[in-house]
């Protein structure tokens, strides 16, 4: 009689689960648990939606939420690192110190909380669960900061993704340590691979590219609009922050009325710069042809795909630093076959090429980014070629099954306890 020894886990540790705008990370826990992996999750935070998409519900992993704050959660925290520091003094002593040393740098009393919660996390699941065998943090500040805690506490080596707000915004030298002491780190562009290369004087960690891959088998269309007539369907998915550049469009928007260009735009997301965006609508009086319909589901957002001529989005750096890699939307909107418009900051030019994949105009340069608009709405010969080859281009390079395979692999490679589980004979 043969039956499978009992799988190593891999645990996961997030700012928040589940989110509407991290589509990515469900669809990557999920793959990798078709690939035979075993997970755990360990959000930070709770769900800020009240709805999820489908691929959370198909998620087996079981999910297990940190205390959140460092003041309203102190009794919850206290206790399990009175504990995790008794069951061994040494290993709690020189995190203290990395704390400390931590904290010198920027003043942020952020990073005990993290070592709180990572002293929680050891304490109350690591020990009782002896299968975890790595932890890897999704996102490079905060999550990362507790897996490296936890890590360290647990004597378990760990792993982390990076994307784009997390690294521009991040101290180099917290970013470089966290480097230093991981087995690899995945990051979701090139231009971010090359950043964090640049900040390490000689890198021994392994750094990897690998892009945010799209379910190719959901976001495909059968009503391309290969010669749209007006009023033209724009759409913007986004969430309403600086990096988003929403002014530079709904100034070039303004500029294709004034032009008499007839259109309507529609905005689909949600954020804190909410109320300015409403007001800078109202204030270029965009009302009659602009609408904000807030956070909508996978399927409303698919058929407003379907519907629409062209995707917008201004992508700029935000003055504290922050910046898109490739906003997932891109890719969806080009597998659709629905052509875009954006800027040529950060990573968009490694799928925006621009009068290939894509058309791209400098961040802020609202003139351009009109003329950008009107150009690939009213050019036929153009508009067929870019959606021709914006889909084969996601077709060759952000097919999620294969992003998650490669990076499958690095796990594996890193750590053979990840290896799928074998039959052994009674």
Excluded at 40 to 56: A, I, N, Q, T
Excluded at 88 to 110: D, G, V
Aim: proline share 6%; hydrophobic share 40%.
């Amino acid at each position: 009689m043969t039956f499978p020894s009992p799988p190593s886990t891999l645990a996961y540790i997030l700012k928040g689960y589940p989110r509407i705008s991290e589509t990515f990370i469900s669809n990557e826990i999920l793959l990798l648990e078709r690939l035979g992996f075993r997970l755990r999750l360990f959000p930070m935070r709770r769900p800020r939606e009240s709805f999820c998409h489908d691929s959370v519900k198909q998620i087996k992993a079981a999910v297990d939420y940190l205390p959140t704050e460092l003041v309203g959660d102190m009794p919850k925290l206290i206790g399990p690192n009175i504990f995790c520091a008794a069951a061994n003094p040494q290993k709690y002593r020189s995190a203290l110190a990395l704390a400390a040393r931590r904290f010198r740098r920027t003043k942020k009393f952020a990073t005990l909380k993290h070592l709180f919660q990572a002293g929680y996390l050891v304490q109350k699941h690591l020990s009782r669960d002896a299968s975890v065998v790595q932890l890897h943090g999704h996102f490079a500040h905060s999550p990362t900061s507790v897996t490296m805690f936890a890590a360290h506490l647990a004597d378990l080596p760990f792993s982390f993704t990076a994307h784009a707000k997390d690294i521009y915004t991040s101290h180099p030298d917290q970013l470089k340590e966290k480097i230093g002491k991981a087995e690899f780190v995945a990051t979701c562009t090139l231009t971010n691979k090359h950043y964090l290369k640049n900040i390490l004087e000689s890198p021994v960690t392994p750094i990897h590219c690998v892009y945010h891959g799209i379910d190719l088998s959901l976001f495909n269309n059968t009503r391309l609009r290969l010669e749209p007539k007006p009023p033209y369907r724009l759409l913007t998915i986004a969430r309403m922050t600086e990096k988003k550049g929403l002014p530079t469009v709904y100034r070039a928007l303004k500029l294709l009325a004034e032009r008499q260009v007839a259109f309507h735009h529609t905005l689909i997301g949600d954020g804190d710069d909410r109320e300015q965006i409403i007001g800078l609508i109202d204030e270029l009086q965009l009302k009659d042809c602009c609408s904000w319909i807030g956070t909508r589901t996978h399927g409303e957002v698919l058929e407003h795909f379907r519907k629409s001529d062209l995707f917008v989005l201004g992508c700029e750096i935000a003055k504290n630093g922050d910046r898109d890699g490739i906003p997932n939307v891109l890719v969806e909107s080009l597998a659709m076959g629905v052509p875009v418009v954006s800027t040529n900051v950060s990573a968009l030019p490694e799928i925006l090429i621009n009068e290939k994949t894509g058309l791209t105009v400098e961040p802020q340069d609202s003139h351009g980014f009109a003329q950008a608009i009107n150009l690939l709405l009213t050019d036929a010969f153009l508009r067929k070629s870019l959606i021709t080859a914006g889909q084969q281009f996601v077709r060759s390079h952000f097919d999620n099954e294969k992003q998650i395979a490669l990076l499958a692999e690095l796990f594996r490679s890193a750590n053979p306890l990840l290896q799928p589980p074998v039959k052994r004979t009674a």
